[in-house]
C-alpha cells in the first residue's frame, strides 16, 4: 500500500482536498487527516466524513522521561535546602534530615514525572510512529509532526493498489499543498509518496 501524505496552512484547504479525493474516488477509510485545533478537527470530520487520524501511543519512552524529569525536579528543589542546612552552623545537626528530604524528593518525583509521564504517553500524538509505519524517513516524519505542532493540517491518502498515487498528490498541490520546507524551514518534499 503506498501512502500521499501532505501538509496544508488552513483546515479548509485540507477539507477541500479530502472532498476532491473522495469525488475522485478515493474511499473515506484511505484518508485521514490530523490537527492540533479539535474544533477544527471536529468540523472536517463531519463535513467530510473522514475520521481524524490518531497518532501512535507515545509508549514507554513518555514514562521514562517524564521519571527522569521528575528526579531531576525532586533534586533541583531539595539540594538547596540540604546546602543550606550544611553551610550554616547552626543547622548542620539538621543535615541528615535535609539527605532523607533529598532521598523523598527523587522517590517521589520520580514516581510523579512517571505518572505524568503514562497519561501523557498515552494520548495517540506521536505521528512520527505513524509516519515510520508507513515508510515515511524518520527526519521526514519529525518535520510532519512538527508541522503540526506549529498549526499546520495534515492529510494522509493510502492507496492499496498502489496506482493512483501521482493522482492523489497532484490533486492535494491543486487544493494548496505547501512545500515541507515552507512549513518546517528544511524539508525537501511539496509533499511525500510512500510505500511498503
Known amino acids: 500500500m503506498e501512502s ?23 474511499q473515506r477509510d484511505h484518508l485521514g487527516f490530523a490537527l492540533s485545533d479539535v474544533v477544527a478537527e471536529d468540523t472536517i470530520a ?23 524529569i521528575g528526579v531531576v525536579g525532586g533534586l533541583v528543589m531539595t539540594v538547596p535546602i540540604w546546602l543550606l542546612l550544611v ?11 535535609g539527605v532523607l528530604g533529598m532521598l523523598f524528593g527523587v522517590i517521589g518525583g520520580a514516581a510523579l514525572g512517571g505518572l505524568f509521564g ?8 506521536d505521528y512520527v510512529k505513524l509516519l515510520r509505519t508507513m515508510g515515511v524517513p524518520a527526519a521526514q516524519a519529525e518535520r510532519f509532526q512538527a508541522a503540526l505542532r506549529s498549526g499546520h493540517t495534515m492529510v494522509i ?6 496506482a493512483r498515487t501521482d493522482e492523489a498528490l497532484s ?26
Do not use: C, N, W
Open 118 to 125: 503514562a497519561l501523557a504517553g498515552s494520548d495517540h500524538g
Open 87 to 97: 553551610i550554616i552552623p547552626a543547622t548542620r545537626v539538621y543535615s541528615h534530615g
Open 46 to 68: 463531519q463535513a467530510t466524513g473522514v475520521s481524524p487520524e490518531a497518532g501512535a501511543p507515545g509508549g514507554t519512552g513518555s514514562v521514562i522521561r517524564g521519571a527522569v
Open 157 to 162: 491518502a493510502r492507496d492499496p493498489g498502489g
Open 4 to 26: 500521499v501524505v501532505a501538509l496544508f496552512r488552513e483546515p479548509g484547504q485540507a477539507q477541500q482536498a479530502l472532498e476532491a479525493l473522495k469525488t475522485r474516488g478515493f
Open 171 to 196: 490533486l492535494m498541490r491543486r487544493h494548496g499543498a505547501v512545500r515541507l520546507e515552507d512549513a518546517v524551514g528544511r524539508g525537501q518534499l511539496q509533499s511525500e509518496r510512500t510505500g511498503h
